[in-house]
């Protein structure tokens, strides 16, 4: 059974710089990761959040080569082993304990995304509300006809015949009702053509379009130049940052309001820890089981919300670093504030997008982050041993005899 290593998005960056240009260290974990992925032994899953930050190029062509280079990395290490996004994790991780499982840990087939499907999102819902669009705005286009002839033209348009599909193809031409939105834009517009007018069925655009998602590098070097496309998978794939950082804003801020009157000369010891418990009284697991399930817990009293978080291994760790940022934030600001620097430390919504990476630490072997959330997820004493520096890949034979 191969173990499972979570890269960092930093370890995809640094490792795919021009080989001639490594350093000896990331020369040797990168020949210890590329041999490790071709015996088998270990499997390095690629996440929708891996490839948002890597999509996020700016204008620069420096940065969108690196972007690219950084594709054909995770194409080459991950081989097609994408992860569902970190909110399906976590709904179905609550849909299993709600349905009365002590352990909610979901299996490798519940882990990752299916065949059909691009990081767990299902195309197949992309195409009836988008054929449904196309239809409609062809009769936007016929409407200054007089009703006679707009219902002739549409008697013409029977896709069961080929001189209906020919003429509804040229109606689509004409009125420009052909989707170019995300993801059709990622596809010519004869191929959306063809399959809108039933030259195609639903099944062969499935899979094309599945084809084209599921390719990181062609993916990458097809939208850096399409700045709509880039937002929007960086959207699609990077949510929740901003309602995670607005919910902890809110609930914060009474504290932060308190805090904001101390006296700096005083002894801060007490305060920090008044502060500290507080905010382990602000009930996060509810806020945050809440926000990711499918209805609402408002009837589950706080004992039952405790036991379905401690049921669930990626709401568990998240709740746990929700947690721990919070408790950091309310500690920098006390440092801050005992220096003379009046103000509130800012919340960045960026860091909740970053905090999405934690839904998989429960579910690798070792699991690689940035060092300030390393140090928050060192508190959760269930991760114990997976979270690891980037020395330890240097090493995955010594992990693989473990």
């Given at each position: 059974?191969?173990i499972?290593?979570?890269?960092?998005s930093?370890?995809?960056?640094d490792?795919s710089?021009?080989?001639t240009?490594?350093?000896?260290a990331?020369?040797?974990?990168?020949k210890?990761?590329?041999?490790?992925?071709?015996?088998?032994?270990?499997?390095f899953?690629?996440?929708?959040?891996?490839?948002?930050?890597?999509v996020?190029?700016?204008?620069n062509?420096?940065?969108?080569?690196?972007?690219?280079?950084?594709?054909?990395?995770m194409?080459?290490?991950?081989?097609?082993?994408?992860?569902?996004l970190?909110?399906?994790i976590?709904?179905?991780?609550?849909?299993?304990a709600?349905d009365?499982?002590?352990?909610a840990?979901?299996?490798?087939?519940?882990?990752f995304?299916?065949?059909s499907?691009?990081f767990g999102?299902?195309l197949?819902k992309?195409?009836?509300?988008s054929r449904?669009?196309a239809?409609a705005r062809?009769?936007q286009?016929?409407?200054?006809?007089?009703?006679?002839?707009?219902?002739?033209?549409?008697?013409?348009?029977?896709?069961s015949?080929?001189r209906?599909r020919?003429r509804?193809?040229?109606l689509l031409?004409?009125?420009?009702?052909?989707p170019?939105?995300?993801p059709?834009?990622?596809?010519?517009n004869?191929?959306?053509l063809?399959?809108?007018?039933?030259?195609?069925?639903?099944?062969?655009?499935?899979d094309?379009?599945?084809q084209?998602?599921?390719?990181?590098k062609?993916l990458?070097?097809?939208v850096?130049?399409?700045?709509?496309?880039?937002?929007?998978i960086?959207?699609?794939?990077?949510?929740r940052?901003?309602?995670?950082?607005?919910?902890?804003q809110r609930?914060?801020?009474?504290l932060?309001?308190?805090?904001?009157?101390l006296?700096p000369a005083?002894?801060f010891?007490?305060?920090?820890?008044a502060f500290?418990?507080?905010?382990?009284?602000?009930?996060?697991?509810?806020i945050?089981?809440s926000?990711?399930?499918?209805?609402?817990?408002?009837?589950?009293d706080?004992?039952?919300?405790?036991r379905?978080v401690a049921a669930?291994?990626?709401?568990?760790?998240?709740?746990?670093?929700y947690?721990a940022?919070?408790?950091?934030?309310?500690?920098?600001?006390?440092?801050?504030?005992?220096?003379?620097?009046?103000s509130?430390?800012?919340?960045?919504?960026?860091d909740?997008?970053?905090?999405?990476?934690?839904?998989y630490?429960?579910?690798?072997?070792?699991f690689?982050?940035?060092?300030?959330?390393?140090?928050?997820l060192?508190?959760?004493?269930?991760?114990k041993g997976?979270?690891?520096?980037?020395?330890?890949?240097?090493a995955l034979?010594?992990?693989?005899?473990?």
């Amino acid at each position: 059974m191969p173990i499972i290593v979570y890269l960092d998005s930093s370890d995809f960056s640094d490792l795919s710089h021009d080989e001639t240009s490594l350093s000896d260290a990331n020369q040797a974990i990168l020949k210890e990761l590329r041999l490790r992925m071709l015996d088998g032994s270990v499997e390095f899953p690629l996440s929708g959040v891996h490839l948002s930050e890597a999509v996020h190029a700016s204008d620069n062509p420096d940065h969108k080569q690196a972007a690219v280079r950084r594709a054909t990395l995770m194409q080459e290490l991950c081989a097609g082993n994408h992860l569902r996004l970190p909110p399906e994790i976590m709904r179905l991780e609550i849909a299993k304990a709600m349905d009365g499982a002590q352990d909610a840990r979901l299996s490798k087939a519940e882990l990752f995304s299916g065949n059909s499907e691009w990081f767990g999102l299902s195309l197949a819902k992309t195409f009836k509300p988008s054929r449904e669009g196309a239809m409609a705005r062809i009769d936007q286009h016929l409407t200054h006809l007089p009703r006679r002839e707009r219902r002739k033209i549409k008697s013409e348009l029977k896709p069961s015949t080929s001189r209906g599909r020919a003429r509804l193809r040229e109606l689509l031409r004409s009125s420009h009702a052909t989707p170019q939105e995300f993801p059709f834009s990622l596809l010519t517009n004869e191929f959306v053509l063809d399959w809108l007018v039933g030259d195609r069925s639903d099944n062969e655009f499935r899979d094309k379009l599945t084809q084209v998602l599921n390719n990181p590098k062609g993916l990458i070097e097809s939208v850096l130049d399409l700045t709509n496309e880039r937002q929007t998978i960086y959207s699609l794939l990077r949510d929740r940052g901003e309602n995670n950082c607005t919910t902890m804003q809110r609930a914060l801020q009474p504290l932060l309001n308190v805090l904001s009157e101390l006296d700096p000369a005083e002894d801060f010891s007490v305060a920090s820890r008044a502060f500290r418990n507080a905010t382990k009284q602000l009930r996060f697991g509810r806020i945050i089981v809440s926000e990711f399930a499918d209805y609402s817990v408002d009837h589950l009293d706080d004992k039952s919300i405790d036991r379905l978080v401690a049921a669930c291994p990626a709401i568990s760790t998240f709740v746990n670093l929700y947690t721990a940022y919070a408790l950091s934030l309310i500690d920098s600001t006390l440092q801050r504030w005992r220096s003379g620097k009046n103000s509130i430390k800012e919340i960045l919504p960026s860091d909740f997008g970053d905090m999405m990476h934690s839904a998989y630490a429960p579910y690798s072997d070792i699991f690689r982050c940035d060092a300030h959330f390393a140090s928050l997820l060192s508190h959760n004493r269930a991760l114990k041993g997976r979270v690891a520096g980037r020395s330890r890949l240097r090493a995955l034979s010594n992990s693989l005899a473990a």
